[in-house]
């Protein structure tokens, strides 16, 4: 059973993640500072951390650098810090994702899957549902076989919602993380681009779900 590790100086958080990692089948143990964490690490064998950044004695950011450089364990981090630069130092430090609190703990639970299949295939560039090729190294993908032309941004679009597969992403998400900009009001560019990718994939246009009042998804059929 793959063993999740969640720690937080919060236990209503852990208590929460807890329940829904326990509803899909984790394994779970909590640590509720950073020096615990890392005793258990040293002892037990993990699989994922769920991880806080604002933690008494060893924070987030000094527990995830301990982390990466001993194990490929992989690690999500959970914060109240919303500004670019802390995401980025996160990522820096070889965070696998990051969540800004108040988080859903099921999309919680839909990045955790994501994590772990990823680190399942660390190497994986080329996905393929039903008749949809993408080859992420080669830049190309194929519908039914034949070559299909996207722009440099509707790939970039089409890749992130893929990585993030079955995750609702909202429209200033995928401005952020595909554009490279904050949003500060026009959407439209998502909802355009969308449009358009959809109109490539053809007969798969349907992978790419519309999450009311939100935004988007690629939703695998399974």
């Avoid at 992420?136 to 992130?160: F, H, I, M, N």
Wanted: some cysteine.
């Amino acid at each position: 059973m793959t063993r999740i590790l969640i720690v937080d100086d919060e236990a209503k958080i852990r208590e929460v993640v807890k329940e829904y990692a326990t509803l899909n089948g984790y394994e779970v143990l909590e640590a509720s500072n950073g020096l615990e964490a890392l005793d258990m690490i040293e002892s037990t064998v993990i699989d994922l951390v769920i991880l806080d950044i604002m933690m008494p004695t060893l924070d987030g950011y000094e527990v995830c650098k301990r982390i990466k450089a001993k194990t490929n364990i992989p690690v999500i981090m959970l914060s109240a810090r919303t500004e670019e630069y802390d995401k980025l130092f996160g990522f820096e430090l070889g965070v696998d994702d990051y969540v800004v609190k108040p988080f859903s703990p099921k999309e919680l639970m839909a990045r955790v899957k994501v994590v772990l299949e990823r680190g399942k295939n660390p190497n994986k560039l080329k996905y393929s549902f039903e008749g949809l090729e993408i080859d992420e190294q080669g830049r190309s993908v194929k519908v039914d076989g034949a070559p299909v032309s996207l722009t440099p941004k509707e790939l970039d679009l089409l890749l992130y919602m893929v990585h993030n597969q079955n995750i609702a992403l909202s429209r200033e998400k995928l401005l952020s993380e595909v554009w490279d900009y904050d949003y500060y009001g026009d959407d439209r560019t998502v909802d355009t681009h969308i449009k358009m990718l959809r109109h490539n994939l053809g007969p798969y246009r349907d992978y790419i779900v519309t999450v009311r009042g939100m935004g988007y998804k690629f939703e695998t059929r399974s």
